[in-house]
């Protein structure tokens, strides 16, 4: 037992170390890839559940990696958080987006984009201003953005998050929050928040309808968020069976393979010619 008990020791401490490594190889190449432009930003349609209807798209951020090839965003946004570039992942992808909108709609295209945002970056104390200086330097309009936030980021400080971001939703950029129903909030506080969107997460859409627990969780999130006046966005829609049963349900819009990967800015721009509502 005893050396069972060691050997679980060096296992666990090369285990640690071995974490420590690959955080320091990540943040001195992420430090690089952020100088390099190695960065992309990869547009998902967002859709209308109803009649398909792409509507937009969240951009999600990929690292075309010299070596590794596309390497995506659970690979490296939590060390960026851990080691203070966020923020300038953060910027970069904001920048990236606003120029994107900004050629759309030289090509007389609006699709609205969702943008990720972290804790740390909404809690810069000129995020608000960060954001309305991108879009009118690119002449973009506020109502073509979005901004995510996670469930529990949003929950963190409720106050402060209602603060920061009211002048942006007064501004008419959309607020939503990410993965709706992870994280455990007091729902009398989530509607003092200036959020328009709640973002049902992955987790219970894909067991909508095999499990009867999801099933439940949807079902509830979906009729609250009507009678409080919230849009839905279902993520991670794969089937049919799951886009019939959301629609029963009331929800508004989906994202998810059923309608479209993360796919190349030229790519997005060619769906979203094809179908978007004239
Ligand atoms: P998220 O915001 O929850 O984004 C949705 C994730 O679900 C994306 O993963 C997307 O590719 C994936 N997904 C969408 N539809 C489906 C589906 O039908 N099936 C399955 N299996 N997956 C689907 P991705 O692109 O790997 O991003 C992971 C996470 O990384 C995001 O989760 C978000 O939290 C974070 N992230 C991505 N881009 C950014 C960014 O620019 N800034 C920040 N702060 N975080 C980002
Ligand atoms: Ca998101
Ligand atoms: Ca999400
Ligand atoms: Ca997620």
Known sequence: ARSQGSGHFCFARSDLAARADRRLAIEQELRLALERNELVVFYQPQVDLRDGAFIGAEALVRWIHPSRGLVGPMEFIDVAEDVGLIDQLGSYVLQSVAAQLAAWGRKGLYPKVAVNVSASQCMQPDFCSGIFDVLSKSGVPTTSLQIELTESVAMRD???????LAPLRAAGVRLAIDDFGTGYSNLATIT???FDVLKIDRSFVSECVRDGASRVVVATILSMAQNLGYQTVAEGVETELQREFLLRYG????????????????????????????
């Open 158 to 164: 409720p106050v402060r998050t209602a603060r920061e």
């Open 192 to 194: 003092r928040l200036p």
């Open 251 to 278: 929800c508004t819009f989906a994202q998810g393979y059923l309608f479209g990967k993360p796919m190349p800015a030229p790519e997005f721009e060619a769906a979203f010619i094809e179908q978007r509502r004239i």
